[in-house]
């Protein structure tokens, strides 16, 4: 149920806990019509900042890389700290001219032909894992199968000791979400502190005895000229975790959660009524799991009737924009086969994400393997949410599958 405009107007967008209390898709409706464009106080000694709603202006931001630069920072959290150490070194928080250098390199990483064999293994290690679960009865699908499908891709990519997996992944679940609201901030520091080294040794050993894997490519190439350094390898090895492993985890949640409440969808689904690859994309803008990025400006400028500052800080409201009316049918139905499906939940323009492939592949290997063993999906008790201001989903959601 969509919030009143006041209420809505008056929540706090820096507090995890505002998005505990409430559905992000219920914030917005209300600000969309009315304020599309506001500037959101300084709270607490946290500066104050624009906060963009609609799809169409969301879009612009995305597309204008010269007018809203990414290197100070793309997280609310880290930019409202100061700028981010990561800025110039890590593709998200890289502006052009090196950006364009550096996400070539990514996205050679990235290719559907280099993926090819991290692909195959998708397949396999989703229907063990669906197929694990069968005679559980009652259990929890976000830590006893979506946990364990994006972090196993993305360390196949990266070719990630397999006993090192389990250490990365509770690094990855305290980098940029918790499971509650006792979480210190200083844990999160702490968690991506230790993902960034772990990944700078990784890349110093790739760099002395290269293989195959995305580490030892980035370890070994040139941009610009010049190797990349250690950090910088880490870092994007780093981004690549918490990009891959997190969002992927939340949507994969958002999913299962989405087909149980909508079994003729799920039904549909099964019978072929509709097509698979439309289906990801209603899921992916269904689940949204990155609410937000952020930018800052590098001039003056308008957004819808926002003046915008040189300096000042823009957030770009990706839940909003892919619930917005004026673009999407009903947009509060849940509907797999939406055509076209214009969301913005991996982004747009030069920052669109370079793990797009491996994100629709983790979950077009999920709808598969649930479609041939699974007829009815049931949820008990309700699901618990992620405690972020950036990403959005369920840490627990206990179901049961039928055959």
């Not at 006041?6 to 209300?30: G, K, M, N, Q, V």
């Amino acid at each position: 149920m969509s919030l009143p405009f006041a209420l809505a107007r008056s929540l706090d967008l820096t507090d995890p806990a505002t998005f505990a209390a409430y559905d992000p898709r219920d914030i917005w409706p209300e600000i969309r019509t009315r304020e599309p464009v506001f500037w959101h106080e300084a709270r607490d000694g946290k500066p104050g900042f624009w906060v963009v709603t609609r799809h169409a202006d969301v879009l612009a931001c995305y597309s204008d890389a010269a007018g809203l630069a990414s290197g100070r920072g793309t997280v609310l959290d880290v930019l409202l700290r100061g700028d981010d150490p990561a800025g110039g070194k890590m593709l998200a928080v890289t502006d052009r001219p090196r950006h364009r250098s550096l996400r070539r390199l990514m996205l050679r990483a990235f290719s559907p032909r280099v993926l090819g064999h991290v692909a195959r293994r998708i397949d396999s290690r989703t229907s063990r894992l669906i197929a694990s679960v069968g005679d559980l009865g009652i259990f929890d699908f976000a830590t006893e199968v979506a946990e364990h499908l994006p972090m196993g891709i993305i360390c196949d990519l990266l070719s990630v000791p397999e006993q090192d997996r389990k250490q990365l992944l509770e690094w990855s679940k305290s980098a940029l979400a918790t499971e509650g609201s006792d979480h210190a901030a200083l844990d999160s520091v702490s968690a991506r502190n230790e993902l960034v080294l772990y990944f700078m040794d990784l890349a110093l050993d790739r760099r002395a005895a290269p293989g195959d894997d995305v580490v030892s490519m980035l370890a070994t190439a040139e941009v610009d000229g010049a190797r990349l350094a250690p950090e910088e390898v880490a870092l994007n090895c780093y981004s690549l975790i918490l990009g891959g492993d997190e969002s992927s985890r939340m949507a994969a949640t958002a999913a299962v959660k989405a087909l149980a409440e909508n079994p003729a969808q799920w039904q549909a689904l099964r019978d072929g009524e509709i097509g698979t690859d439309t289906a990801i994309e209603e899921v992916l803008r269904w689940s949204t799991p990155g609410m937000h990025f952020a930018r800052t400006a590098t001039k003056s400028l308008t957004i819808g009737s926002g003046s915008i500052r040189q300096g000042d800080i823009v957030t770009l409201w990706n839940t909003s924009a892919n619930d917005d009316d004026t673009v999407f049918d009903s947009p509060r139905t849940f509907d797999l086969s939406r055509n076209p499906n214009k969301h913005v939940a991996l982004g747009h323009g030069p920052h669109f994400c370079v793990g797009a492939f491996l994100g629709r592949a983790s979950l077009r290997s999920l709808l598969t393997s649930l479609a041939r063993s699974v007829r009815r999906i049931e949820v008990h008790g309700a699901p618990e949410r992620v405690h972020s201001n950036f990403l959005f989903g369920h840490h627990s959601l206990r179901v049961s599958f039928e055959g």
